[in-house]
Nanobody, 124 residues
Framework: QVQLVESGGGLVQAGDSLRLSCAAS????????MGWFRQAPELEREFVAA????????DYGTAVKGRFTISRDNDKNTVYLQMNGLKPEDTAIYYC?????????????????WGQGTQVTVSP
């Protein structure tokens, strides 16, 4: 069983930065791709970013491309999401997820395990 615990969310102003972390328990963290998704009130959960098992390949949702950066530290079993230039429309609960395989994908069905989420609120 894998447990994922997100941290680093909070209330910030537009233009600010935040770094989210997701610590994973369990073995073989470095064998699986990881992803970040977010869900705003009354909206569908949407893809934010994904990273391959080695960190060599990343992918981003259109809304965050150029502002957010996903990275991972396999020695620490942790994946990060650096968020720069935050906008009010980035306000959401952010979830990390572990993929079913080594390739990061943009759809939710590709992920086996999910964290509880961390709230990010961006004020105008």
């Amino acid at each position: 069983q894998v447990q994922l615990v997100e941290s680093g969310g909070g209330l910030v102003q537009a233009g600010d930065s935040l770094r989210l972390s997701c610590a994973a328990s369990g073995r073989f963290f470095s064998s699986y791709a990881m992803g970040w998704f977010r869900q705003a009130p009354e909206l569908e959960r949407e893809f934010v970013a994904a990273i391959s098992f080695s960190g060599g390949t990343t992918d981003y949702g259109t809304a965050v491309k150029g502002r957010f950066t996903i990275s991972r530290d396999n020695d620490k079993n942790t994946v990060y999401l650096q968020m720069n230039g935050l906008k009010p429309e980035d306000t959401a609960i952010y979830y990390c997820a572990q993929s079913k395989d080594s390739i990061g994908r943009a759809y939710q069905n590709a992920y086996s395990y999910w964290g509880q989420g961390t709230q990010v609120t961006v004020s105008p």
